[in-house]
């Protein structure tokens, strides 16, 4: 069976600091990759999405970035955080194309904070 | 996407059936009917999906009309577990950009009494 890990599970970073968030996927080859931000109380935010090694696509502009290095390997980076970063950033992993009906799933998330 | 309607929150009795409504109006033709849950702290979970016939898997069933504007996502025998936030999502498998998100609306907060 497939399975999706993340970490770490919770951090607290100051302003200014890199950040490095690691998301891996066992059980599948050339999976979908997602980075989703939950602000509190709030829906998912689409942050980025990957069909491929190398292969990155942005939703939306902002002072983070993403790679994937790996077939399984997905990684959410910044150079400085801002407070605005803070949240819980969830890994996701689909299969199949992207037009396809096949669902997402999630990991457990990381919780972000920023001082 | 298609904007859905849920209510805000449901409780229902431990061992009985919790049925969860989702208003879907205006969906479109092409457009299929998940369900997420999210206990609080983790990631969402996927629960069922469907386009037009009812579905069943080891966790619920879905109930779709005839129409497709509206669903309910049956829970048979809600467990103390079961308490979390349900999310119906409407989400278009034709390939544009931006399609491939997953928009989250508030959810309903069920809550399973002992």
């Known amino acids: 069976s497939q399975t999706i890990h993340q970490w770490p599970a919770t951090l607290v970073q100051p302003v200014g600091s890199p950040l490095s968030l690691e998301c891996t996927v066992e059980g599948t080859s050339n999976p979908n990759l997602y980075w989703y931000r939950q602000a509190a109380g709030r829906g998912l935010q689409l942050l980025f999405y990957?069909?491929?090694?190398?292969?990155i696509s942005s939703e939306v502009p902002q002072n983070l970035s993403a790679s994937r290095p790996q077939d399984r390997q997905f990684i959410l980076s910044s150079k400085k955080l801002l407070l605005s970063d803070s949240g819980f950033y969830l890994c996701?992993?689909?299969?199949?194309?992207?037009?396809?009906?096949?669902?997402?799933?999630f990991g457990d998330g990381t919780r972000l904070s920023i001082l | 996407d298609a904007k859905t309607t849920q209510p805000t929150s449901m409780d229902c009795a431990e061992g009985r059936a919790a049925n969860l409504p989702c208003n879907h109006s205006t969906i479109s033709g092409n457009e299929y009917v998940y369900w997420y849950r999210q206990i609080h702290s983790q990631g969402p979970q996927y629960i069922i999906h469907g386009l037009k016939n009812n579905e069943t898997n080891e966790m619920a069933s879905l109930i779709i009309t005839e129409d497709r504007k509206s669903s309910t996502l049956i829970l048979p025998h809600a467990t103390l577990r079961d308490t979390a936030v349900y999310y119906c999502i409407v989400r278009s498998i034709i390939s544009n950009f931006g399609n491939e998100k997953l928009t989250f609306g508030t959810g309903t907060r069920l809550t399973i009494i002992p």
């Open positions: 996701a992993w689909s299969q199949g194309a992207m037009d396809s009906n096949q669902p997402q799933h």
């Open positions: 990957s069909v491929g090694i190398g292969q």
